[in-house]
Nanobody, 123 residues
Framework: QVQLVESGGGLAQAGGSLRLSCGSSRNTLSNYAMGWFRQAPGKEREFVAGIDWSGGATYYTDSVKGRFTISRDNAKNTVDLQMNSLKPEDAAVYYC????????????????WGRGTQVTVSS
């Protein structure tokens, strides 16, 4: 069982930035490809970004390309999502998860969801 904890959410103005972090006190995240997802009210959870176990390959949904950056620090045991140029449509609860297929792509099989962190963007 992998336990994940997301942090770093909050309120940002449109055009602003936030940095989300995903960590685990029980598990070594460097063993896994990871993904960030988000879910806005009334919408399905969607893939935002993913990263392979080494950090050498990253993947993004089109709407965040050029604005968001996923990275991992295996020494700190974290996977981060730097979000720049935020838009009101980025507002959602953001979750990290482990990819059982170990790919980090949107086609992975994700599990061990954290509780999420709320991102609010004011226009």
């Amino acid at each position: 069982q992998v336990q994940l904890v997301e942090s770093g959410g909050g309120l940002a103005q449109a055009g602003g930035s936030l940095r989300l972090s995903c960590g685990s006190s029980r598990n070594t995240l460097s063993n896994y490809a990871m993904g960030w997802f988000r879910q806005a009210p009334g919408k399905e959870r969607e893939f935002v970004a993913g990263i392979d176990w080494s950090g050498g390959a990253t993947y993004y949904t089109d709407s965040v390309k050029g604005r968001f950056t996923i990275s991992r620090d295996n020494a700190k045991n974290t996977v981060d999502l730097q979000m720049n140029s935020l838009k009101p449509e980025d507002a959602a609860v953001y979750y990290c998860a482990v990819d059982h297929y170990n790919s980090g792509t949107r086609h992975g099989r994700y599990d061990y969801w954290g509780r999420g962190t709320q991102v609010t963007v004011s226009s």
